[in-house]
């Protein structure tokens, strides 16, 4: 009888390496919803919050909801999965789709429950609908509110951006390289970065989200980037009838 070759599939490295970073990303994560649970750090929020309302000019508020449009979610992914089917048609192989339908469902199935279960509102909702009592925009599990005033915890532009711009970057690099190019290091941590902080920041100061909204969503999109990142996308088995279903190494030496 003809013996089946076993397929060893190692996890891509990460930086910093080991689980260790992961875990304290989770840990970080937990403890910030516990003391927020316990009415911690509404103070800074607060202070950050109204510090924002009372240095915004009109000017200002405009540049910083333009900017904060690097981190609309849906565009994002539209863009990534695009470049996954470029990419998947220069390479003839099915495996470039793999990683941004991946991130879709993880933060589909992430992201939005637990805005949905923590059920907080923005900073926003004192001065518009429902016009809530400033103190009572801060807590969260504030779930006789309706839906849509109350999912402000994590920061969800914050996290699709470290998540989705990851995905980029891990796309961008074998897509260059079919056209014989290559993307500098700089350039990628360059997209990496700058965009999450940027979103970070303008929808902080836009008083779209509290302070420890925004760092949630900084945590839980780090560790989201991490999962995804360590994934062999090259060596994930898949049926042998799909188109590339061999292993490659589109992704081995990517960011």
């Given at each position: ?89 220069r390479v003839r192989s099915v495996r470039p789709v793999l990683p941004p339908l991946a991130a879709f469902v993880l933060t589909y199935l992430t992201i939005g429950p637990l805005k949905v279960w923590t059920a907080r509102p923005a900073p926003s909702a004192s001065v518009k609908k429902p016009f809530l009592p400033p103190d ?120």
């Amino acid at each position: 009888m003809r013996e089946t070759p076993v397929v060893r599939v190692r996890p891509r490295p990460v930086r910093p390496a080991g689980w260790w970073y992961d875990a304290l990303l989770l840990a970080a994560l937990v403890g910030l919803t516990v003391a927020l649970v316990t009415h911690q750090l509404f103070g800074v929020d607060r202070a950050v919050a109204d510090w924002a309302q009372e240095h915004r000019p009109a000017a200002a508020y405009w540049v910083a909801r333009v900017l904060n449009l690097l981190g609309q979610g849906t565009p994002l992914t539209l863009i990534a999965v695009g470049l996954g089917v470029l990419l998947a048609v220069r390479v003839r192989s099915v495996r470039p789709v793999l990683p941004p339908l991946a991130a879709f469902v993880l933060t589909y199935l992430t992201i939005g429950p637990l805005k949905v279960w923590t059920a907080r509102p923005a900073p926003s909702a004192s001065v518009k609908k429902p016009f809530l009592p400033p103190d009572q925009t801060l807590p969260l599990f504030q779930e006789d509110l309706p839906l849509r005033f109350a999912q402000s915890y994590p920061s969800g532009h914050v996290a699709n951006a470290i998540v989705w711009y990851g995905m980029l970057a891990l796309l961008l690099a074998p897509l260059l390289r079919t056209y014989g190019r290559t993307i500098p290091p700089r350039l990628v941590l360059a997209v990496r970065v700058l965009p999450p902080l940027i979103v970070l920041t303008t929808t902080t100061y836009l008083g779209w989200h509290w302070l420890t909204d925004s760092v949630a969503g900084l945590l839980l999109g780090l560790l989201l980037d991490r999962l995804l990142h360590r994934v062999p996308w090259d060596d994930v088995p898949l049926p042998a009838r799909l188109p590339g279903s061999a292993r490659t190494r589109l992704f081995t030496s990517g960011p």
